[in-house]
């Protein structure tokens, strides 16, 4: 071999190696880089994580105010909770004489300790936040209806697992505040013992016990409920979340994608400029096959006024995570997560208070443990549930507050939502509840008549005559679905502010007794 | 008329429908049962839970209607004429321990009050706190058993 053939086959070794990160770089996208709409497509449909996407989008389901970019906040909250989770399983110990030392540890001696843990709970809270004005989201827009009601309920599954998660996770610090929220927990899941003790059956039918014992692994909280919690909060819940979160994806995208009023085309403003559509490396060549009637050519127009997934939703998406990584971030700069002292079985914390996502009916079972901690919760689920197969109209569906009385029926509905939780609270505060009127009263009367359950009732009379009014149970849907999220804020805001030790009333923190 | 089934007059269930079917079901019922039984897993057999029974050796100076608490245990032991009693502390409504105060209890959770006797008197308790089993041991001292509860009024000899 000459001498120049050497030189030629180390330049262009050398050139080789110069070229060797580009084209690592294309390798990673198996049809190209996502330049043209042919190869965005595949950039799409070829990659494992992202083919639940659909390959066009609809410029509706692109607008901020269709969806507030809620679900995927949601799902963002959740990644981060999942990273930072994962993290903190380095150094937290899951027995109850460590648990509470692993987390001090965590927070004052690990580097980035700290942070991490705060991420990770504002995250949790985060989440429950957007998971709950997704849902209000949804609900709005009339998104549950034909073909999408089993989604819906899928949705109410998946509400539930965030709560659970969260509310699992409170007990693993196993300081004061996890102790007695989970004790009062517990015994929430024990209180159909309520009924049962009433009727005098508990003996032979104690469904209220089994809860208990299914969750503490005990009749106390111990080292058996702190394990159960730890494997429900890292192991279980996460994966059926993972799963049925999969199944909401799927059937979003089988569904036909977000959910679009009938007028659509018409109530979008023309696209800015022109579309790229099949302009640049055309693979395919097309013929006329059809005289289309109409004035306008589709010609520089996507196909039913779609747009490319990759990038105009990518990045929609992307922004969505990266503003609700920047809200955790922020919330946990600014606020440490708590931490109580060691809990103490003998010495309840005073206030004993919920996550504040219960304090709403932790002030229901202050008047009641069954009613408040399992009734009307159900009651509530078993409701939203049902929306998708008892509204079935039409009208208004993908608009917000679409369906009769629209906008002005939901503020009349909150309105009068205020009115009532705010008239039977203030009467329960002042004048107390049946035990004060009437001492000698049945305890199955007690446990039924809760204010909780007045104010289901008063909220239910209302929605029966707004669907009389309106004829239309769409309309009934808007009323009660505003008036319950009015309750469930005020109740929130009053178990969280407005009350003070042994759950007395106090106007503000400050007038709390020293203790 | 016996003839050989044919594909014009079938059998009503072919034979290899009816073992893939019954091979099916069995398989079926199997798992249905294995779970079923597995469903026991979550709850043990024996509770692990901490002694109920304990003894204590209550204070001369104890003065009648004066609560006396041990420590790390939720009773509040009583001594008045007819002798001693004790009164379980976890409230009934969720668990809370309450305090006991000269008019009776207060639970700090959510405001339940009890009468010194037990017996509910405001808030949410569904039902009287317990009074417990106290036997005597010796003098001045007494076995408390949390786990059995007797009817109010009872009392151990002092």
Redesign the interface.
């Known amino acids: 071999m000459s001498r120049g053939g050497a030189d030629t086959g180390l330049a262009a070794f050398w050139a080789n190696i110069k070229g060797a990160p580009r084209l690592f770089a294309d390798t990673m996208f198996r049809s190209g880089r996502p330049r043209t709409d042919r190869t965005r497509s595949e950039f799409i449909f070829g990659n494992v994580f992202l083919h639940l996407h659909p390959v066009r989008t609809h410029r509706w389901s692109l607008r901020w105010t269709t969806t507030w970019g809620l679900g995927i906040a949601s799902l963002s909250a959740f990644l981060v909770t999942l990273v930072t989770g994962v993290m903190l399983m380095f150094y937290y110990k899951s027995y109850p004489e460590v648990a509470y030392d692993s987390i001090k540890d965590i927070h004052f001696v690990v580097p980035t300790g700290r942070f991490i843990r705060n991420i990770h709970r504002w995250a949790g809270n985060v989440m429950v936040v957007t998971v709950l004005l997704h849902m209000a989201r949804v609900f709005y827009t009339a998104a549950y209806r034909k073909p999408r009601e089993f989604n819906w309920v899928v949705g109410m599954f998946l509400l539930v697992i965030t709560l659970g998660l969260a509310f699992t996770g409170y007990l693993l610090p196993w300081d004061q505040l996890a102790y007695?929220a989970i004790?009062?927990g517990?015994?929430?899941a024990q209180?159909p013992r309520?009924v049962t003790?009433?009727l005098e059956i508990t003996r032979w039918f104690d469904p209220g016990g089994?809860q208990k014992?299914?969750l503490l692994?005990?009749?106390?909280v111990?080292?058996?409920a702190l394990i159960r919690f730890y494997l429900l909060h890292v192991m279980i819940l996460p994966l059926a979340l993972f799963f049925l979160a999969a199944v909401h994806f799927w059937r979003v995208r089988k569904d036909g994608g977000l959910t679009r009023p009938e007028d659509v085309d018409l109530a979008l403003p023309p696209a800015p400029g022109i579309q790229p559509v099949f302009t640049e490396e055309p693979r395919k060549t097309y013929h006329l096959a059809a005289i289309v009637r109409g004035t306008t050519p589709a010609v520089g127009n996507g196909p039913e006024n779609t747009v490319p997934s990759m990038p105009h939703l990518m990045y929609a998406e992307l922004a969505a995570f990266m503003l609700t990584v920047f809200v955790c971030m922020v919330l946990s700069l600014l606020f440490d997560a708590p931490l109580k002292e060691l809990a103490d079985?003998?010495?309840?914390?005073?206030?004993?208070k919920a996550p504040w996502y219960f304090l709403g009916l932790q002030e229901l079972?202050?008047?009641?443990?069954f009613m408040g901690g399992i009734g009307i919760p159900a009651i509530v689920v078993l409701g939203l549930g049902l929306i998708p197969y008892l509204d079935r109209e039409t009208a208004g569906t993908g608009k917000w507050f679409g369906g009769p009385g629209g906008w002005r029926l939901v503020c009349g509905s909150a309105a009068f939502g205020l009115a009532a939780v705010l008239a039977v609270e203030a009467l329960a505060i002042r004048f107390?509840w049946i035990?004060?009127w009437w001492?000698g009263a049945p305890?199955l009367l007690?446990?039924a008549v809760n204010p909780g359950t007045v104010l289901t009732s008063i909220y239910a009379a209302y929605s029966i005559w707004i669907v009389r009014r309106y004829g239309s149970t769409r309309a009934g849907a808007l009323g009660l679905f505003t008036c319950f999220l009015c309750g469930f804020v005020v109740l929130t805001v009053i178990g969280s502010y407005f009350r003070g030790?042994?759950?007395?009333f106090f106007w503000s923190h400050t007038q709390w007794p020293g203790h | 008329m016996n003839e050989r089934p044919s594909r014009l007059a079938p059998e009503p269930l072919p034979r290899r429908d009816f073992l893939g079917l019954a091979a099916l079901w069995a398989a079926g019922a199997a798992m249905m049962f294995a779970l079923l039984g597995l469903l026991r897993l979550p709850k043990a057999a024996v509770l692990p839970s901490p002694s109920k029974r304990f003894r204590v050796t209550l204070p001369e100076s104890l003065g009648s209607g004066e609560p006396f608490v041990p420590a790390g245990r939720s009773v509040a032991l009583f001594r008045d004429g007819a002798g001693v009693y004790a009164i379980s502390t976890v409230c009934t409504h969720l668990g809370c321990i309450v305090k006991p105060m000269p008019d009776g209890f207060h639970c700090p959770c959510h405001g339940s009050r009890f009468a010194p006797d037990g017996s509910v008197v405001k808030g949410p308790a569904p039902r009287a706190l317990p009074q417990l089993e106290v036997a005597r041991a010796a003098a001045g001292t007494y076995v408390i058993d949390e786990g059995e509860t007797v009817p109010a009024g009872t009392r151990a000899e002092a």
């Open positions: 007695w004790t009062i517990a015994n929430i209180s309520e003790d009433a089994l014992v299914l692994g005990s009749e106390e111990g080292a058996e079985p003998a010495v309840p914390e005073n206030p004993a079972v202050s008047f009641s443990a107390g035990r004060e001492p305890q007690i446990t030790p042994n759950w007395d």
